[in-house]
């Protein structure tokens, strides 16, 4: 079936540290992937998103790559900050015409000054 | 602008009894909506999601269902609740392209007793 996995948190930084929150995916033909973001006392909001492999997706110093050969999007960024603490869901829609988004379990960051 | 509602926010209720919680949504038209449950440490799980009026897509069959009697309006209910049942449901709506941004509402908190 179609599935995420993502690394459990919760992730704990200090600021400036480069983050990596690890993703892969089970898929049949070729889906498109995001990343959605939760802060605290807010809904979730799309981060960024890759519809084809070796597509990059990036916003606000975030970045994913679509890895077909690894069935990878892991996220990273270069220097957190403490504005970034939130919870981080890797997501995955099928490749059917019609389907909906399938979330992973969430990787809460904690960035600290 | 669109806006997203969901009602109650929170809701407490007894083993065996109805559920009806109503998500609507304004500034558009046609959107595509959805369903989401969040349990403790089981990431976001897709219920239902409607592409249309009286167009319901189930996910998982459960002791659940959905109903989309007006373009704008979202319907979760249930016949007798389960204790199982219990969980944050989000509600979403999506315009445009399959992979456009979906937008959540604040949730309903729902303990089943």
């Known amino acids: 079936g179609n599935s995420v996995t993502q690394m459990e948190g919760p992730v704990t930084l200090s600021e400036e540290a480069f983050l990596t929150i690890n993703c892969t995916y089970t898929a049949t033909g070729y889906p498109s992937l995001f990343w959605y973001v939760q802060y605290p006392g807010e809904g979730l909001q799309l981060l960024l998103k890759a519809t084809k492999a070796d597509d990059k997706g990036s916003n606000k110093g975030f970045e994913a790559t679509y890895r077909k050969e690894t069935t990878s999007f892991h996220l990273e960024k270069g220097s957190v900050q403490v504005s970034d603490s939130a919870v981080y869901f890797c997501?995955?829609?099928?490749?059917?015409?019609?389907?909906?988004?399938?979330f992973g379990k969430g990787t809460t960051l904690s960035v600290s000054s | 602008s669109q806006t997203i509602h969901q009602w109650p926010a929170t809701l407490v209720q007894p083993v065996g009894s109805p559920l009806s919680l109503e998500c609507t949504v304004e500034?558009?038209?046609?959107?595509?909506l959805y369903w989401y449950r969040q349990a403790a440490g089981r990431g976001l799980q897709l219920l239902f999601y409607?592409?249309?009026?009286?167009?319901i897509s189930s996910e998982v069959p459960q002791n659940l269902s959905a109903s989309r009697p007006q373009d704008r309006q979202f319907i979760l209910s249930s016949k007798k609740l389960l204790l199982s049942d219990s969980g944050f449901y989000l509600c979403?709506?999506?315009?445009?392209?399959?992979?456009?941004?979906?937008?959540f509402g604040n949730g309903t908190r729902l303990t089943v007793t």
């Open positions: 979403a709506w999506q315009i445009g392209t399959e992979n456009s941004p979906l937008h």
């Open positions: 997501v995955l829609r099928r490749s059917q015409a019609g389907t909906a988004l399938i």
């Open positions: 409607s592409v249309g009026i009286g167009q």
């Open positions: 500034g558009t038209s046609n959107p595509n």
